[in-house]
């Protein structure tokens, strides 16, 4: 009996402290992605995603000297791909991980553009993790749940043409692969 009781404790204990991490999917239906806006890396013009209505948004977290730096690439194949049927991808500098984005946004946009034709819109540089987060950071975490946040440069969240994000993935998922194509073909395919 008193063993059935401390294990009752422990479990009370898990769950209260386990709730604001699982709590994401109520908020998700309460927020949206539209509600956010960062600023242009160039001209510091604001960049909202309203502006996005309608459209299925990728929002990556970027650095110009990271061992991923090359997804830029990717990025810019898939942008390419769907840009003409509602997608869009948004980067977002970061000197959060290595400060490895230590440059200007004069340095980052030249960058993006030389080696990778970067075309699609690039933010201003932004804290993506812990206390000092862009509040969309805060919100993304929020909604999808406790190990969602960004661990390193590169982390992709897709939103659907509502506002809603629908998925996450790591650094190590390559923006051209399967499984990233198959994740943005489904969101545009669900309200074409």
């Not at 309460?30 to 013009?45: E, I, N, V």
């Not at 500098?93 to 960058?111: H, L, R, T, V, Y």
């Not at 699609?120 to 862009?134: E, L, N, R, Y």
Request: glycine share 10%.
């Amino acid at each position: 009996m008193r063993f059935a009781k401390g294990i009752c404790f422990l479990m009370l204990v898990g769950a209260a402290v386990m709730w604001p991490f699982t709590r994401g999917n109520a908020e998700v239906q309460q927020g949206s992605a539209y509600d956010y806006s960062f600023t242009t890396l160039l001209g510091s013009k604001p960049l909202p995603l309203s502006d996005y209505k309608g459209s299925v948004i990728m929002v990556v977290n970027t650095a110009s000297h990271c061992g991923f730096t090359s997804q830029y690439e990717g990025l810019q194949k898939l942008y390419e791909r769907f840009k003409d049927r509602g997608f869009v991808i948004v980067g977002v500098p970061s000197n959060d991980f290595g400060k490895q984005e230590p440059g200007s946004g004069e340095e980052i946009a030249k960058f993006c553009k030389a080696n990778y034709g970067v075309s699609f819109p690039m933010a201003s540089k932004q804290v993506v993790t812990g206390d000092g987060s862009h509040p969309f950071y805060v919100w993304a975490r929020s909604a999808l749940g406790f190990g969602t946040a960004p661990k390193w440069n590169f982390h992709k969240y897709l939103i659907d043409r509502e506002g809603k994000l629908v998925d996450y993935f790591n650094s190590t998922t390559a923006p051209d692969s399967d499984r990233v194509a198959k994740a943005v073909e489904k969101a545009l395919e669900k309200s074409e």
